[in-house]
C-alpha cells in the first residue's frame, strides 16, 4: 500500500467537504467552502498517480473551479457516465454541471491572474427545491436519478433525463438527512439522518420498506455528514454512526430481511462516513496452491471523527489496515477509482489523501462477466451493460477481429485527439472575435433600442450563443429582436391584420452578413496601437498623479449607497411588446367542425425561404359579386390570384399553395401561382389542409373522432394524431391506416434501450415518426424501475417496442429514423446476445450472394443501402466478442461482394 | 450563484475627444432566463474628491435575457461639463459601469480615464478654464476593475437580505480586482519613460 498526501489539492486551507474521482480516472472533483461562496474545483488524476507527472509544470493540476455556490458545497458526485457532475451546498442548491466542449481556456474578466480554467465545466440546471442545506446527492446506477438530501428532513428524487422535473419527494425523517446511497441491483434508496434511523426506500413506488433505529439508538451528538454505503453485490448496507455498547461502529445491514447483526467496530469517534469498493474480490491464486473455490468478497473502507481511516475486506474478521492520525481533522469523504485499487479520502482540515493497494493486497477483482454472474444468480437479472472492461477477458479468435479491435482503439484516440484540435481551434476563432468581428461592427447601429412605457431606453442584446453547446452560431433566431408592430403577424398566424408588412423577417435570414475581414483585421490592429499608446499616455500621468489615484481606487469596488437619481422600478413589457419568436410550424391544432371564414388572414407557410400567404375575402368586384383574393410573396417576389368563393383555409408549402373555398372546391398552385389543377370538388366541407413538399392532404369533415393533430410527411405519407392518444399513417401499399405511436402503451413506456443510444447520434427529433410521437412517447419512463418487471419481460417489450419504431419508420419512409432506430435495435441486440434475431437482421441486409432472377430481395431500403447499413452494423456487433464469428463471417461475405 | 456573468467589456472609439460619447460593448453570459430587465448604468466621477460631483451618463434596460451569451453597445453621452469642478476636468478619474438586476447591482467595473490636451503648448500651459474642445479622453481599457456583489436573483422582496450582502461586500470582491495603484505605477514607469523620451523627441 502506498499513501500520499498531494498538498496541492487544497481550497486554500478551507475545508474540503466532499470527494470524487472521475469514472474515467483521469480526474476527480472536490468540494468545500471557498473565500467567500462555496467551491467545486476539477483536478487532474495524472498528478496524483505518477510523480513524474506532478514535477511536468505543462500538465495542468486544477483543470476548472467554479465558485457558483453561494455557500458551502457539501457534496460532489459524478454520474455513472462521466458526463455530469452534481454538487449540493449550504445554498439549498443542487448544481448539475456539464463540460462545455467547444470552449477552451479562459480567464475570469478582470481578473489579472493568469491560472485559467482549463476545462469548462458550466452549470446545465439549478435544483432548486429544498428549504435546508444539501447535505449529500446520489446518482441511481444508470444515472436515471439524482437524490438529494437535505437538513430540511427531505429527499428530493430528481429525474435526471428530466431537471428539474422531481420525480417523488421522500417524507418521514424527522432529523437532518446526512447521507444517501443507491442500491446497485436499482431496488432501494437508503438514507440515514440525525433522527437515529437508516430508512430504506423502494424505488418502485417512493415508499418507506423500513426503518432500522436500534443500532442508532444510543447516538447522541452530531457528526457533519453520515455517508452509508451499500455494497456492490447489493447483498450489505453500511450505515455511518452507529453505536454497539456506547461504542462506535458502522452498522452493517443485511439486504435479506434487514437484519443487523454485524458491525464494524475499533473507531473511537463516530464514524463520518463508508465507502464500498466498486470492485468485487476473489482469493488470489497462488502458484502451486490448490485451487480451492474461494467464496467473493467485497471492500469497504470507513473514515470517521477520531482522523483515522480503516479498510475492511467482507471475508476478514479484522481490519485489512487502519491509518491513524491520517489529517488533523475528521474524515468527511472517501471515492474509490473505479479499478478498485486507489481511494481518495478528504478532511475537514482541508487537505486530502490517496492510498494505493496492490492485488495481492485486496485480491483479484472480479471482471464484469462474473459481477454479472453473481447478480444473475441473487437477483436472476445482469445489471451492466457490456463494457470494454468485459471484453478484455474474452479471447479474440480470429485475426480479422484483432484488426478491428485495435484499429477501433486507434481511431478512438485520434478521434480524441481531434476533438481536442478543433477545440483548440475554435477557441482562437472566439478569442480573436474573428467569427464575432462582423456582428461586432455594426452591433450599434443593429441593435434595437426602444423607449419603455415611461421613457427608459431599452435595448435588446443580441445572443451570440447558446448555452449549453457553447456554440458561437451568429445571431440566433430568438434573438432578433422584433419589433412590436410585426409581433402581430408572428403570434397569430390568423390575424385578420392583412396590412402587417411581410418584409420585416428578413434580418432573421441574413443575420448581419459576413464583410470584409481584411478590414476587421485592421480595425483591430488599429485598436491594439491605440490601446498602447494610450496605455503609456496615461500610466505617465499615473505616476505623477498618485494622490486622487487613491482617492478614485475606493470608487470601484464601493457599491452605491444611494442609487443615484434613477428609479428601480422596472417596467414590466407588457406582452405585446415582448418580442416573440413563436412561428408555430406547419401543425395546426384543429378540430374537425369547419373553420368559418374569416374577412382575411395572413399566414407564414415556409420558413426556408419564406413564404407567406394573405387571403382577403369579399373583395368588392363589378356588379355586386363578390370575389377572394389570394397573395402570396415569396422572397420578395409577390403574385395573386382571384377565387370566385370565400376562401376556409390555405396551406402552403415550398412548392406548392393550396386553398379550399367555401364552396368545397380545392384549388393547387405552383410556387410562382400558376394553376396546376382544375378546382377539385371535395365530398365535405374542408376541415385541415396541409401542403408538404409537392404533397398536399385534405382532411374533411365526415370523418368521426376526433382529430387532434394532422400532418403531412415530408415523403408525402398522411398521419394523423388522435385525441386518444393513438396515431395513424396511412400505408398506401395496404391501403390501410397503420397504427405508429399510442400513448397509452405499456411496451413502450417500459422499453429500456438507453444504453443503446449512442451519443454520436444525433437524436432525431425532427423527423414524422419523432413528430407524431413527440410528446406523447415516455418511451423508457418506466424503465429504469428494473424491479418493477422481471428481466426478461422488460427485454421483451423492447425488442417489440424497437421493432415497431422500426417498423413505423419504414411506413413513415422516414429513412433518417429508420436508419436511427436500426442501429439502437442492433446496438440493443448485441448487448442482450440475441444471437437469431441479429442473425436474420443480417441475412436481410446482406441480401442473396449470388443473383438469382427468383429473388424478391431489394437492394435498397427507403433508399439507403442495406449493404452500406450492415457495414455500419458489423462495427457495433464486432462490440461484443460473444459475436466475433457472425461478425466475421457477414465481413468475409461483404468483402467478397465489395470484390465482384 | 450570479445568474450573470460579464464576460468582456471592450472599449470602443477610445481614446477620443472629450466631448465624444462613450461606447462600451459588453458580452454576458446569463444561466438561465432572467424574468426582468437588467439596468446598466455609466457613471463619470467627476471628482475623486467627492461622489456629489457623480454623474450618471445614462441608464439603460436589457432586455429580455434569456439564456445564453450576448452582447450589447452601451452608448452614453459625454459628460456634462459644468458638473465638473475646473481643477478636476484634466487629469485622472474614473469612469464606471454598474449592473443592477431588481435594483441591486452585482457587478461593478471601473475604469481609469485619462484626459488631457492633445496639443503640447496646452499641456505645458493649461488654460485655467478647461477648454474641453481640445481635451482628449482616454480610457485605460486593458486593466478594468471588476467587483461583484452576491444579490438574491429570485426575487425583489428580500431587500433584507440584500442589505446583508452589502456589508461583506468590499472584502469580497475578487482579490485579482484590486491591484493596488502602487504596483500599477511601478509596472508602468519604464513604459511611461520611453513614451515620455519619444514625445519630448516629437
Redesign the interface.
Known amino acids: 500500500m502506498k499513501l500520499l498526501k498531494p498538498s496541492w489539492v487544497s481550497h486554500n486551507g478551507k475545508p474540503i467537504f466532499s470527494v470524487d474521482i472521475h469514472p474515467d480516472g483521469t480526474k476527480f472533483a472536490t468540494g468545500g467552502q471557498g473565500?467567500?461562496?462555496g467551491k467545486v474545483v476539477i483536478w487532474n488524476m495524472a498528478p496524483v498517480l505518477r510523480e513524474e507527472d506532478e514535477k511536468n509544470v505543462n500538465i495542468p493540476k486544477m483543470l476548472c473551479q467554479m465558485d457558483?455556490?453561494?455557500a458551502c458545497v457539501n457534496c460532489v458526485r459524478w454520474s455513472n457516465t462521466g458526463l455530469y457532475l452534481a454538487s449540493g451546498g449550504d445554498?439549498k442548491?443542487v448544481?448539475v454541471w456539464k463540460r462545455a466542449a467547444f470552449i477552451g481556456p479562459s480567464t475570469?474578466?478582470?481578473?489579472?491572474?493568469k491560472l485559467a480554467n482549463v476545462e469548462q465545466w458550466r452549470?446545465v440546471t439549478?435544483l432548486r427545491n429544498h428549504t435546508g442545506d444539501v447535505m449529500d446527492v446520489a446518482w441511481s446506477p444508470h444515472d436515471v436519478w439524482l437524490a438529494s438530501c437535505s437538513v430540511d428532513n427531505t429527499i428530493v428524487i430528481w429525474n435526471a433525463r428530466k431537471f428539474p422535473e422531481i420525480v417523488a419527494s421522500l417524507k418521514g425523517h424527522t432529523g437532518l438527512v446526512k447521507g444517501l446511497t443507491w442500491d446497485p441491483v436499482g431496488k432501494y434508496i437508503a438514507s440515514q439522518a440525525d433522527d437515529h434511523s437508516l430508512k430504506v426506500w423502494r424505488t418502485m413506488d417512493w415508499q418507506q420498506e423500513t426503518n432500522i433505529t436500534k443500532p442508532f439508538n444510543e447516538c447522541g451528538g452530531t457528526t457533519h455528514v453520515l455517508r452509508l454505503s451499500w455494497s456492490p453485490d447489493g447483498q450489505y448496507l453500511v450505515s455511518a454512526h452507529a453505536m454497539n455498547n456506547s461504542g462506535p461502529t458502522a452498522q452493517i445491514i443485511e439486504r435479506d430481511g434487514w437484519k443487523t447483526n454485524m458491525d464494524f467496530v475499533g473507531h473511537r469517534k463516530a464514524v463520518t462516513v463508508v465507502k464500498f469498493n466498486p470492485k468485487i474480490f476473489k482469493k488470489k491464486q497462488r502458484n502451486g496452491s490448490s485451487p480451492k473455490p474461494s467464496c467473493p468478497y467485497c471492500c469497504c473502507a470507513v473514515g470517521s471523527k477520531d482522523r483515522s481511516l480503516s479498510v475492511w475486506l467482507t471475508s476478514l474478521k479484522r481490519p485489512l489496515v487502519v491509518i491513524h492520525d491520517l489529517f488533523d481533522k475528521s474524515i468527511m469523504d472517501i471515492s474509490w477509482t473505479l479499478n478498485g485499487l486507489g481511494i481518495l479520502v478528504c478532511s475537514m482540515d482541508g487537505t486530502v489523501a490517496y492510498l494505493n493497494f496492490s492485488q495481492d493486497e485486496l485480491g483479484d477483482p472480479l471482471n464484469e462477466d462474473e459481477k454479472n454472474a453473481i447478480h444473475q444468480n441473487i437477483y436472476g437479472k445482469s445489471l451492466a451493460i457490456t463494457t470494454e472492461a468485459q471484453l478484455s477477458t474474452t479471447i479474440i479468435e480470429n485475426p480479422e477481429m484483432l484488426k478491428y479491435q485495435q484499429e477501433r482503439q486507434r481511431a478512438e484516440q485520434v478521434n480524441h485527439r481531434m476533438t481536442h484540435e478543433a477545440q483548440a481551434h475554435k477557441l482562437t476563432s472566439v478569442v480573436n472575435g474573428e467569427s464575432?468581428e462582423d456582428?461586432?461592427k455594426n452591433?450599434?447601429k443593429k441593435?434595437v433600442?426602444t423607449r419603455?412605457a415611461d421613457g427608459?431606453?431599452?435595448?435588446?442584446?443580441?445572443?451570440?450563443?447558446?448555452?449549453d453547446t457553447g456554440d458561437f452560431s451568429p445571431a440566433?433566431f430568438?434573438?432578433v429582436p422584433i419589433l412590436p408592430g410585426s409581433a402581430s403577424q408572428l403570434t397569430s398566424q390568423l390575424s385578420s391584420d392583412s396590412n402587417t408588412a411581410t418584409s420585416n423577417l428578413d434580418p432573421l435570414s441574413t443575420p448581419l452578413g459576413s464583410k470584409a475581414p481584411d478590414d476587421a483585421k485592421d480595425r483591430s490592429v488599429a485598436s491594439s496601437l491605440?490601446?498602447t499608446?494610450?496605455?503609456?499616455?496615461?500610466?505617465?500621468?499615473?505616476?505623477t498623479?498618485?494622490e486622487?489615484?487613491?482617492?478614485?481606487?475606493s470608487?470601484?469596488?464601493?457599491?452605491?449607497k444611494v442609487?443615484?437619481?434613477?428609479t428601480?422600478s422596472?417596467?414590466?413589457?407588457s406582452s405585446e411588446k415582448?418580442?416573440c419568436c413563436v412561428v408555430a410550424i406547419p401543425v395546426a391544432v384543429l378540430k374537425l367542425p369547419t373553420p368559418t371564414p374569416q374577412k382575411a388572414f395572413t399566414l407564414q407557410v415556409s420558413t426556408e425561404p419564406p413564404v407567406y400567404l394573405e387571403v382577403e375575402n369579399d373583395v368588392s368586384a363589378v356588379s355586386g359579386a363578390k370575389l377572394s383574393q389570394l397573395r402570396c410573396s415569396r422572397e420578395g417576389r409577390e403574385w395573386d390570384t382571384l377565387l370566385p368563393s370565400r376562401v376556409i383555409t390555405a396551406a402552403g408549402s415550398s412548392d406548392v399553395v393550396a386553398v379550399a373555398c367555401e364552396d368545397r372546391m380545392l384549388s393547387v398552385f405552383s410556387a410562382c401561382g400558376r394553376r396546376l389543377l382544375p378546382a377539385i370538388l371535395l365530398p365535405a366541407t374542408m376541415s385541415a389542409l396541409h401542403c408538404s413538399g409537392f404533397y398536399v392532404m385534405a382532411l374533411t369533415a365526415c370523418t368521426e373522432c376526433t382529430v387532434s393533430q394532422s400532418l403531412l410527411t415530408q415523403q408525402g405519407v398522411p398521419v394523423i394524431g388522435l385525441s386518444n392518444g393513438k396515431s395513424y399513417c396511412f400505408n398506401s401499399s395496404l391501403e390501410t391506416w397503420n397504427l405508429i405511436a399510442d400513448k397509452q402503451d405499456s411496451l413502450v413506456q417500459c422499453a429500456d434501450f438507453k444504453n443503446c443510444i449512442s451519443s454520436q447520434d444525433a437524436p432525431v427529433s425532427q423527423g414524422p415518426l419523432a413528430l407524431t410521437q413527440g410528446h406523447n412517447l415516455n418511451a423508457g419512463r418506466l424503465a429504469s424501475r428494473l424491479s418493477s418487471t422481471p428481466h426478461h419481460l422488460q427485454h421483451g417489450m423492447t425488442l417489440v417496442f424497437l421493432e415497431n419504431q422500426l417498423a413505423s419508420a419504414l411506413t413513415l419512409r422516414s429513412s433518417t429514423e429508420y436508419h436511427y432506430w436500426l442501429l439502437i435495435y442492433a446496438r440493443f441486440l448485441v448487448t442482450e446476445g440475441s444471437d437469431y434475431r441479429l442473425r436474420e437482421l443480417c441475412k436481410d441486409l446482406l441480401g442473396p450472394v449470388h443473383k438469382s432472377a427468383g429473388s424478391a430481395w431489394e437492394p435498397t431500403t427507403l433508399g439507403l443501402r442495406k449493404r452500406d447499413l450492415l457495414r455500419e452494423l458489423l462495427p457495433v456487433i464486432g462490440q461484443n466478442l460473444h459475436f466475433q464469428r457472425l461478425f466475421t463471417e457477414y465481413q468475409d461475405q461483404l468483402e467478397l461482394l465489395g470484390n465482384k | 450563484?450570479?445568474k450573470v456573468?460579464?464576460?468582456?467589456?471592450?472599449v470602443?472609439d477610445?481614446?477620443s475627444p472629450f466631448g465624444n460619447p462613450f461606447?462600451f460593448?459588453i458580452?454576458?453570459?446569463?444561466?438561465?432566463d432572467l424574468p426582468?430587465?437588467l439596468?446598466w448604468?455609466i457613471?463619470y466621477?467627476g471628482s475623486?474628491?467627492s461622489e456629489e460631483y457623480?454623474q450618471?451618463l445614462?441608464?439603460?434596460?436589457?432586455?429580455?435575457?434569456?439564456?445564453?451569451?450576448?452582447?450589447?453597445?452601451?452608448?452614453a453621452d459625454a459628460p456634462n461639463t459644468g458638473l465638473i469642478p475646473e481643477s478636476?476636468a484634466v487629469?485622472?478619474?474614473?469612469a464606471?459601469i454598474?449592473c443592477?438586476y431588481?435594483?441591486q447591482?452585482f457587478i461593478?467595473?471601473?475604469y481609469?480615464v485619462?484626459n488631457?490636451y492633445t496639443d503640447p503648448e496646452l499641456r505645458e500651459n493649461p488654460p485655467v478654464k478647461p477648454d474641453y474642445t481640445q481635451l482628449q479622453r482616454?480610457?485605460?481599457?486593458?486593466n478594468?476593475?471588476?467587483?461583484r456583489?452576491?444579490i438574491n436573483w429570485d426575487g425583489c422582496s428580500d431587500k433584507m437580505e440584500d442589505s446583508e450582502n452589502?456589508d461583506?461586500?468590499?472584502?469580497?470582491?475578487?482579490?485579482?480586482?484590486?491591484?493596488?495603484?502602487?504596483c500599477?505605477?511601478g509596472k508602468?514607469?519604464p513604459?511611461?519613460l520611453?513614451?515620455?523620451n519619444s514625445m519630448d523627441c516629437l
Do not use: W
Not at chain 1, 563 to 566: I, N
Not at chain 1, 570 to 573: N, S
Not at chain 2, 27 to 32: A, D, L
Not at chain 2, 91 to 94: C, I, K
Open positions: 473565500e467567500d461562496s457558483n455556490h453561494l445554498d442548491l448544481m475570469v474578466f478582470g481578473s489579472s491572474s452549470c439549478i464575432l456582428i461586432r452591433l450599434l441593435q433600442e419603455t427608459r431606453r431599452r435595448i435588446t442584446p443580441l445572443c451570440i450563443a447558446q448555452l440566433l430568438n434573438s491605440n490601446t499608446a494610450m496605455k503609456s499616455n496615461l500610466l505617465l500621468t499615473t505616476s498623479k498618485m486622487p489615484m487613491k482617492a478614485l481606487d470608487r470601484f469596488t464601493e457599491r452605491s442609487m443615484p437619481g434613477v428601480i422596472m417596467a414590466t413589457p415582448e418580442p | 450563484m450570479a456573468q460579464v464576460l468582456n467589456v471592450a470602443l477610445n481614446p461606447q460593448e458580452t454576458f453570459e446569463c444561466m438561465e426582468e430587465d439596468e448604468k457613471i466621477v475623486a474628491e457623480d450618471t445614462d441608464s439603460v434596460l436589457v432586455g429580455p435575457v434569456p439564456a445564453g451569451r450576448h452582447m450589447f453597445v452601451f452608448q478636476d487629469g485622472v478619474t474614473v464606471l454598474t443592477t431588481n435594483g447591482e461593478r467595473i471601473g481609469y485619462n488631457e482616454n480610457i485605460l481599457a486593458s478594468p476593475r471588476v467587483t456583489f452576491h452589502v461583506p461586500s468590499p472584502n469580497s470582491s475578487s482579490s485579482s480586482s484590486m491591484v493596488p495603484s502602487s500599477l505605477a508602468a514607469l513604459v511611461g520611453l513614451s515620455g
